[in-house]
T-cell receptor, first 113, second 113 residues
C-alpha cells in the first residue's frame, strides 16, 4: 500500500511568494495532521483534520497560514505571503482515527529566500 | 515549556552492543508513549509504543521501558546494527481518544560497524 504522499519534496521560493504544499493521506485514514519541524522547536502540530473537517488549528502560527481538506484523499497547506522564518520541513501524517498511530509522509523542505 | 525531553542530542554505539535512548516527560496526563525513527530525507516511522498500564513492551530487538513514577521511558536496541543509525523521537499522547502527539526533539543514534 502507498504511504502518505507529499509534494513537492523541495520548494525554494522568494519572500512574499505564495507557497502551496500538498498531501495525499493513506486510503481509509480519517485523520490528517500537518506538522512543521525546525531545529529550534522540533516537531510541532500545525492543524488536525478529522473526516475532512478542521478540528484544531491552534498550532497555525499566523493568518498567513491556511489549510484545506476538500476531500478524504487530498489536503493543502498554503503560506501567503511566505517569509524566511517559514523555512522548515513540513510533514503531513494520517491515521485511522484521532488516537491511532500516525503515519508520516516524506516531508516538504521549504526554503524561503 | 518542553513536556517531552530527550536530553541526549546524539549517541554513538558499537555494532552488536546495546543502544539505550532516554526520554523524560513532565505531563502526568500522558498515558500512551511512542518511539519514531527517522532517516534523513524521510518522514518519521512508527517503531514501538507502550501504554501507561504497562512497564515494558518488546518487539524483536526493540524494547521500551516505562517508569511512571519517574516519568521516564527508554528504548533499548539489542543488538545494535548499522541500519539502526537514525534520529529517534519520543512522543506522548494524553487521554483516551487524544489526537495530540507531543514530540521530543530527538536523539541521533550512530551505530559504528
Amino acid at each position: 500500500d502507498a504511504g502518505v504522499i507529499q509534494s513537492p519534496r523541495h520548494e525554494v521560493t522568494e519572500m512574499g511568494q505564495e507557497v502551496t504544499l500538498r498531501c495525499k493521506p493513506i486510503s481509509g485514514h480519517n485523520s490528517l495532521f500537518w506538522y512543521r519541524q525546525t531545529m529550534m522547536r522540533g516537531l510541532e502540530l500545525l492543524i488536525y483534520f478529522n473526516n475532512n473537517v478542521p478540528i484544531d488549528d491552534s498550532g497555525m502560527p499566523e493568518d498567513r497560514f491556511s489549510a484545506k481538506m476538500p476531500n478524504a484523499s487530498f489536503s493543502t497547506l498554503k503560506i501567503q505571503p511566505s517569509e524566511p522564518r517559514d523555512s522548515a520541513v513540513y510533514f503531513c501524517a494520517s491515521s485511522k482515527g484521532p488516537a491511532d498511530t500516525q503515519y508520516f509522509g516524506p516531508g516538504t523542505r521549504l526554503t524561503v529566500l | 515549556d518542553q513536556q517531552v525531553k530527550q536530553n541526549s542530542p546524539s549517541l554513538s554505539v558499537q555494532e552488536g552492543r546495546i543502544s539505550i535512548l532516554n526520554c523524560d516527560y513532565t505531563n502526568s496526563m500522558f498515558d500512551y508513549f511512542l518511539w519514531y525513527k527517522k532517516y534523513p530525507a524521510e518522514g518519521p516511522t512508527f517503531l514501538i509504543s507502550i501504554s501507561s498500564i504497562k512497564d515494558k513492551n518488546e518487539d524483536g530487538r526493540f524494547t521500551v521501558f516505562l517508569n511512571k513514577s519517574a516519568k521516564h521511558l527508554s528504548l533499548h536496541i539489542v543488538p545494535s546494527q548499522p541500519g539502526d543509525s537514525a534520529v529517534y523521537f519520543c512522543a506522548a499522547h494524553s487521554g483516551a481518544g487524544s489526537y495530540q502527539l507531543t514530540f521530543g526533539k530527538g536523539t541521533k543514534l550512530s551505530v559504528i560497524p
